[in-house]
């Protein structure tokens, strides 16, 4: 058992983020010291690597209650990204609350995948499905900058965020924004050279065991993936071909355990063929990738 942290005499910033540090290791928060450092860096309206230059300084006595107030949210179980209303995401910082899914670094194998894939590419046309707080589409649009983006997501209120955040960026001319399921909001006659997606996977059986941040507070639209998670993967497979240009490549985000039968359901596809799988930083299988087989030879 931790016990209550001891209370300092003067409240500098060196003391506030001790004490919160050790109250959230002692609550089972895992990242307990960045997580108190951004709480405290948005109090003070500076950046997270600035506290270190003013530890002596003593917050006010207003400041002091908001990171309180912000403190005890924390505990109860609020994401700090929602409490902040950001995250950094690849080389961006995304504007987040509980209308999307907040970006993981998981993520970010799928967006180097993507950007390897589209450095050869003149103007290239990207589909994001299902772009929540946009952070894959607005990654690629802005390192890739004559790329020609499109996002769709079912949730209006997502779509909110994402071009919020797009604006924030700098690459709303440059991403469309379409409110429907998967490809419904598409032109039949789109045609892209990468299509890519992180869909809901999270299979029922495993909601309880997620962690409660996740499944008490982050939209269940952008987790639940159905009976066994692979809703989504069976969809995208099925209704994908016609809109990849020949050549064109798929990257699907999937929970670690689901890179076999993700496999399987594009393998099923004739005018797909699988490529390998990336992993994410902690070395688990983390983006499977396909192509659209070329129109095969007349003889
Ligand atoms: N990676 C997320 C999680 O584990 C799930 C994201 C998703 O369903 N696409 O919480």
């Known amino acids: 058992m931790h016990s209550t942290p ?24 895992e ?35 908001q990171f309180r107030e912000l403190i005890q949210r924390r505990v109860a179980g609020w994401p700090v990204a929602y409490l902040i209303g950001s995250r950094e995401f690849y080389l961006l910082s995304f504007d987040v609350d509980p209308r999307v899914l907040i970006p993981r670094p998981d993520t970010e194998t799928l967006v180097l995948e993507a950007l390897n894939r589209l450095k050869p590419l003149t103007a290239p046309d990207v589909l994001d499905v299902g772009t929540g707080s946009g952070c894959i589409a607005i990654s690629i649009a802005h390192q890739k900058n004559d790329a020609r983006v499109m996002a769709t997501d079912i949730s209006p209120d997502a779509l909110a965020v994402a071009q919020q955040n797009a604006i924030k960026h700098h690459v709303a001319e440059r ?55 692979l809703a989504f993967y069976r969809r995208i497979a099925h209704d994908v071909g016609p809109f990849l240009k020949p050549g064109g490549s798929l990257l699907l985000e999937v929970g670690y355990t689901q890179e076999a039968a993700v496999r399987a359901l594009l393998a099923a596809e004739p005018e797909l063929e699988v ?9 688990h299988p983390r983006v499977v990738t396909a192509r659209k087989k070329p129109p095969p030879e007349r003889t």
């Open 6 to 29: 001891q209370t300092p005499t003067l409240w500098t910033i060196a003391a506030l983020l001790k004490w919160t540090t050790e109250f959230f290791q002692s609550k089972g928060i």
């Open 275 to 283: 490529g390998p799988t990336l992993k994410d930083m902690g070395g």
């Open 175 to 229: 991403i469309t924004f379409r409110q429907g399921d998967l490809f419904a909001p598409l032109a039949p006659e789109s045609r892209f050279d990468l299509i890519v997606s992180n869909p809901p996977y999270i299979a029922h059986a495993e909601f309880a065991a997620l962690a409660p941040e996740v499944r008490d507070h982050e939209p269940r639209l952008a987790l639940d993936g159905g009976p066994d998670g």
């Open 31 to 65: 990242s307990a010291k960045r997580e108190a450092e951004l709480l405290l860096a948005h109090v003070l309206k500076c950046k997270r690597i600035e506290l270190i230059a003013r530890f002596q300084d003593q917050p006010t006595e207003a400041e002091r209650a």
